[in-house]
């Protein structure tokens, strides 16, 4: 949204930061300019509410019951919205009962994500791969935490000996 309405409004400028922080963490400017927005009536206004209703969900709800009252408020909120929270209400109503299931045993992807991005990482230091096996490979090897292994001679040479 704020991306769009930039180019119309040019007191936007500078203001993304602050959108995608977490309140407390926001700088004395940065307040000053939330403050703006949030009375400017843009609907970049409106779709920043809009995340920070659905960050309120996540952070107040602590059971099942508790989401299972608050989400489909909120997605009834977003769908008469702009059109990137119609999409973003259909899909939570889409995945809703996954979503509610995270409320009832506390699982979430982090730790799947947390290894998806060290394989990557291992991806741009290696710049490519001769077979995919190689790949899988050093993905075990970057991943696994492995302690048995030997030391790295060339980390770790061995001291020479003195005549």
């Known amino acids: 949204m704020r991306r769009a309405e930039v180019k119309q409004e ?17 700088t004395h400017p940065q307040i000053a300019q939330m ?10 206004a409106r779709a920043w509410l809009l995340k920070q ?8 709800c602590t059971d099942r019951a508790a989401a299972q009252a608050l989400l489909p408020r909120w997605i009834s909120w977003a769908r008469c919205r702009p059109a990137p929270f119609k999409r973003l209400g259909a899909t939570v109503t889409k995945h809703l009962v996954g979503i509610l299931e995270h409320f009832r045993s506390g699982l979430n992807n982090d730790f799947a994500e947390a290894i998806n991005g060290r ?10 791969y001769g077979s ?32």
């Open 119 to 128: 394989i990557q990482a291992a991806k741009v230091r290696a710049k490519g």
């Open 53 to 60: 209703r659905l960050r309120e969900v996540f952070s107040q």
């Open 10 to 26: 040019v007191a936007l400028k500078g203001c993304r930061w602050g959108t995608l922080k977490d309140a407390t963490n926001w």
């Open 35 to 44: 403050h703006w927005l949030q009375r400017s009536g843009l609907k970049t």
């Open 132 to 163: 995919d096996a190689h790949l899988i490979t050093i993905s075990y090897l970057v991943c696994a935490k492995l302690k048995h292994l030997p030391k790295n001679p060339w980390l770790h040479p061995a001291q020479q000996m003195s005549a």
